[in-house]
């Protein structure tokens, strides 16, 4: 098992935050609007650089998506920002309508994303996030795991042209990826090579992969672990190179298991190569109030949970 090691914990929030800032440097075009959330989505920084190309909106996210994607019209480059409930679920009519259908040149920034908002319970953390904006044509879905690649996501995804879902978290995690990390649209990373279980993971839960990785190597199973940051579109080549080498998969995410990235997985994996699966993610529920660790304990989705995971589909092979 390859080892993975870092020097620090950081939030991936501050990793947009310093990505919103670097894109600004690298394209006067960038702009950004927020929803009332400044401090929450890390983008003083940003204003204090460029305060005219900054607006903030107020807590009104159906008029900031509206906003966000007349400014295309002129060549602007729009991140939207604030928690991801209210990036989705809240306004979900106009991106359909004004952002996706039309096909408008808008990055929605969604921080507090998953279980790991914490305290703040059910209401605010989203778990349908990804399924509903995978479902929507067109719209690009990213979901980094730390500090340094969301900071190279944020980059990336101003770059790219076309509608752009972007989503991050609040609490610190290991920042191990590299600082200078090229960061490929749709193109997975492979972490470790192994030849007994695939495991695929996106955002919070790869952190929770290495070490289950590294657990699983004590046990004398050989674990190829992929980290997913792209859910769509999806680097389907990647996941079955490696499921023709060890004939199972585990996928594991911070979102319910309906419509997350498990669904995608399967769906590739039922038209090309038929695989065990097992699924490390929310059962079919809201979440609750408590801090971080204790949500990721209670709801399974952490490294013993993707450890016992991997013994069970081991056996399905």
């Known amino acids: ?26 394209d006067e ?28 909106i107020g807590i009104a996210e159906a008029n900031m998506m509206g906003i966000a994607a007349g400014l295309t019209i002129g060549g602007k480059i729009p991140f939207t920002g ?6 989705t679920g809240r306004v979900y009519d106009q991106i359909r309508q004004s952002i996706a259908y039309s096909d408008k040149n808008v990055k ?35 979901n980094p795991c730390d500090f340094n690649q969301t900071k190279a996501a944020t980059i990336a995804a101003a770059k790219y042209d076309g509608p752009v879902y972007l989503r991050f978290g609040r609490p610190v995690v290991p920042n191990f990826t590299p600082a200078d990390q090229e960061f490929v649209i749709g193109k997975a990373v ?35 672990i ?14 079955l190179k490696s499921v023709a080498k060890t004939k199972c998969v585990v996928t594991a995410e911070e979102h319910n298991r309906l419509g997350g990235l ?24 809201f979440g609750e109030s408590g801090t971080p660790a204790q949500l990721m304990e209670k709801y399974g989705l952490n490294a013993a949970a993707i450890v016992a995971a991997a013994q069970k589909v081991i056996k399905r092979k």
């Not at 009332?36 to 607006?55: A, V």
């Not at 604030?82 to 990036?87: L, V």
Request: hydrophobic share 40%.
């Open 82 to 87: 604030t928690f991801a409930n209210f990036s």
């Open 262 to 285: 498990g669904d995608s997985v399967a769906q590739v994996l039922t038209r090309e190569w038929p695989t065990p699966q097992e699924y490390v993610a929310v059962n079919d529920s």
């Open 226 to 239: 992929i980290n997913i940051h792209t859910i769509k579109p999806l680097d389907e080549e990647a996941i």
């Open 108 to 142: 929605i920034a969604a921080s507090h994303a998953g279980l790991t908002l914490g305290e703040d319970g059910a209401t605010h953390q989203i778990l349908e996030d990804i399924g509903l904006m995978k479902m929507l044509p067109g719209m690009t879905v990213i």
């Open 29 to 56: 075009n960038v702009v950004a609007l927020c929803a009332d959330l400044i401090g929450s989505l890390k983008m003083n920084d940003f204003i204090k650089e460029f305060p005219e190309r900054f607006f903030q």
């Open 1 to 26: 098992m390859k080892k993975y090691t870092y020097t620090e914990s950081k939030d991936t929030r501050s990793g947009f935050g310093a990505g919103l800032l670097e894109a600004g440097k690298q």
């Open 190 to 224: 492979l972490l470790n090579e192994g030849t007994d279980v695939t495991i695929i993971a996106t955002g919070h839960l790869v952190w929770e992969a290495i070490q289950a990785g590294e657990q699983l190597a004590e046990l004398g199973i050989n674990a190829e």
